[in-house]
């Protein structure tokens, strides 16, 4: 039951895809609709090609793989995204593109012609680190883009996502083109990006739901004075009062206990000086909880005590979310097969665990049935050069990957 797997073409194809984008500084940069970008795209559609798979990109430069079926069922799909943040690992994203190539492979030698179809699928951005517009590509196969996105978007530099388009030869006005109905189930390999399944001894994990997100702006206004005459028991430090706030915060998350979390991540102080009592801070809060009402309980709670420490030192707060999306749990039966798949391969039982991190099998949850399977990332590093996993994890995780879709699929 076990699917042979090439290990060599996988780590070659890993260091391969790696080395497109690298920084001199170290890690790799593929931003959306860059040079780096498109080298990568290109090597993979190459891959594809030489893989046997009918390959076709949609209007926003997702890239699919396709293995026709012996019937007319909806596909199977597997893969993940090509881009990168800045300094980013060799894993991210690429493990899952590069292992579901080698997958369909092994598929295809062994066991020839699917029942239903099979394709990769080369997700053309999810990190945002370009453009402020995370899950740009599985949101154009849900069909969840805005008409206006495309020029509304601008990156640091001026630049629309319609011209950065039109510079790849594609056309904003065909971004409806790219959604899609007719897809069974999505499978994505992906590093755990956390420290969990490491601390706990484990070869591979099952995500039993992406964690809904909430990010707000809290905004303390208090009052500028000279920091050498205004007594400590007359001032109003905005400053201080949003550092009890972060302690608050920090605190709300620890009490609620795992899976909630809660940062933040930026403070923005006035007037900025070194002599003068801070009037008015900014930060963001990012907080994160698996189910909907938990997610819920920790924002109240944080809203609630950052207005009453507001209180307590006279200032003033203005809180506003600036991005919300709800947590997804994953398809049990996807899960229940993800285990099999893992027994089947001689894996030791999966661990069940929440992704605090988003990615787009939480929004292709519209559209199919959608499962991860996580390989355990050493020291829980990510989005850093230092990303890695032992070598062995990986090439599990590739045959636990391709035995899910042998399942699905034949």
């Not at 007037?271 to 920790?298: F, K, M, S, W, Y």
């Not at 990510?382 to 996993?389: G, K, L, Q």
Request: glycine share 10%; hydrophobic share 45%.
């Amino acid at each position: 039951m076990t699917v042979q797997i090439d290990e060599a073409l996988l780590r070659g194809c890993l260091d391969e895809l790696f080395a497109v984008g690298a920084e001199r500084s170290a890690g790799v940069y593929r931003p959306l609709y860059s040079d780096a970008w498109a080298t990568a795209c290109d090597r993979v559609q190459q891959w594809m090609k030489d893989s046997g798979l009918a390959v076709r990109r949609d209007a926003v430069g997702n890239l699919w793989g396709r293995m026709e079926g012996n019937t007319a069922g909806k596909a199977v799909v597997t893969g993940s995204h090509i881009d990168t943040v800045r300094r980013g690992g060799r894993l991210d994203g690429a493990l899952g593109i590069v292992a579901g190539l080698v997958a369909l492979r092994a598929l295809a030698a062994a066991h020839g012609t699917p029942r239903l179809p099979l394709e990769l699928l080369v997700v053309c951005e999810e990190e945002g680190s370009r453009f402020p517009t995370n899950f740009w590509g599985s949101r154009a196969i849900v069909g969840a883009i805005t008409p206006d996105e495309a020029r509304r978007v601008i990156d640091a530099d001026g630049i629309s996502l319609a011209q950065a388009m039109g510079e790849r030869g594609l056309e904003p006005a065909r971004i409806p083109s790219s959604a899609r109905d007719d897809l069974e189930a999505f499978i994505e390999l992906h590093i755990e990006q956390g420290a969990v399944l490491e601390a706990s001894g484990a070869e591979l994990g099952i995500v039993t739901a992406i964690a809904g997100a909430v990010h707000l702006e809290v905004t303390v206004t208090g009052r500028p004075d000279h920091a050498g005459t205004t007594p400590m028991d007359l001032r109003r430090d905005a400053l201080a009062g949003a550092a009890a706030m972060v302690q608050a915060v920090e605190s709300i998350a620890a009490a609620l206990g795992r899976p909630a979390v809660a940062t933040v991540g930026k403070l923005q102080v006035e007037p900025d000086q070194i002599n003068v009592v801070p009037g008015r801070v900014t930060l963001t809060v990012d907080l994160r909880h698996a189910e909907l009402g938990g997610r819920r309980a920790l924002e109240e709670r944080i809203r609630s005590l950052c207005g009453t420490i507001a209180a307590e030192r006279t200032m003033g707060i203005a809180i506003r979310t600036l991005h919300e999306r709800p947590p997804v749990p994953m398809d049990a039966r996807i899960r229940d097969l993800l285990a099999r798949a893992a027994a089947d391969a001689g894996a030791t039982p999966p661990t069940p665990l929440v992704s605090g991190a988003g990615h787009d099998a939480q929004v292709l949850a519209a559209r199919c049935r959608v499962g991860m399977l996580f390989v355990p990332s050493i020291g829980g590093r990510s989005h850093c050069p230092e990303e890695a996993t032992d070598p062995a994890h990986i090439a599990l995780g590739t045959r636990v990957l391709a035995r899910a879709l042998q399942l699905l699929a034949y």
